[in-house]
């Protein structure tokens, strides 16, 4: 291999100080952007993680001999005293927070976000099916807010 020529080397050198020199402005617009996305560099660190500690697809022993037998999945998410309770089947997932609070959960995938419902007063949210690969969950209430570990729910 032959060593790279240093007339080469000044060459780069002196179109990158041409374009530097010669830089526009960055757009505003450009800027906002940036400043936006910096701005959710730590939205996850207000969150309380919640961590998988049931998945029925897990369960040794399935409760399946005195059900129904139903393709329905249920997990269980717990940090400290909130609990994050869902039901999965094929056209959509149901669950409860306890403690109770009416709120907002929004769902989210490695693609973005796919969903955002309401909670009622006693906790309950539904959605739409979830999307195939890892999905997360999000729990805002007047009370507290928890993200779900990520877990693939299909």
Known sequence: MEPWPPAA????LAELRAALR?????P????AAARA???WRSVDAELALAELTFDSACD????????????????????GAVVVEIEVTPTGVVGQLSPA?????????????YEEVP???V????MGAPPAGPVQLCAHTDGYAVATAWVSLR
């Open 22 to 26: 010669d830089s526009d402005p960055v």
């Open 123 to 126: 906790g309950y949210f539904s």
């Open 101 to 113: 609070r009416g709120g907002r959960v929004s769902a989210r995938s490695c693609a973005g976000q």
């Open 37 to 39: 996305a910096f701005s």
């Open 28 to 31: 505003e617009e450009f800027l």
């Open 60 to 79: 040794p022993q399935p409760a399946g001999l005195t059900r129904s037998t139903g393709s329905a999945r249920t997990l269980t998410f717990r940090t």
């Open 9 to 12: 080397d000044h060459a780069l």
């Open 119 to 121: 909670v009622d007063a």
